[in-house]
């Protein structure tokens, strides 16, 4: 047989060592602190959409406040050409 006809060989498993009861205890400690992660994040999560809300019920508006019209550059030109526009 040639390389390329060869089967492909599977890895032989290992074997499994016994789980310790260090690795156990960190893996519980690992756990309660994503569990508090993902308590504290939801919170954070639940304030920012009610900051969202305040924010968009708050009745700021830009209602009353006049908008700056910009001109054209044609009209520009013509205010400048006509003096109304005082340049430095």
């Known amino acids: 047989m040639t390389d390329e ?3 492909e060989e599977k890895p032989k498993p290992k074997k499994k060592e016994p789980i310790s ?5 960190k893996a519980d400690e690992a756990a309660e ?3 508090a992660a993902n ?4 919170e954070l ?3 920012d959409e009610a900051a969202k809300t ?11 406040t006049p908008q700056v019209k910009e001109d054209s550059d044609e009209d520009y030109a013509k205010k ?6 005082k340049t430095e």
């Open 5 to 7: 006809e060869k089967p």
């Open 21 to 25: 009861e260090e690795l156990i205890k």
């Open 33 to 35: 602190r994503l569990e």
């Open 39 to 42: 308590i504290k994040h939801e």
């Open 45 to 47: 999560i639940k304030q």
């Open 54 to 64: 305040e924010e968009t019920l708050g009745g700021e508006a830009d209602a009353g």
């Open 80 to 85: 400048v050409m006509g003096n109304d526009i």
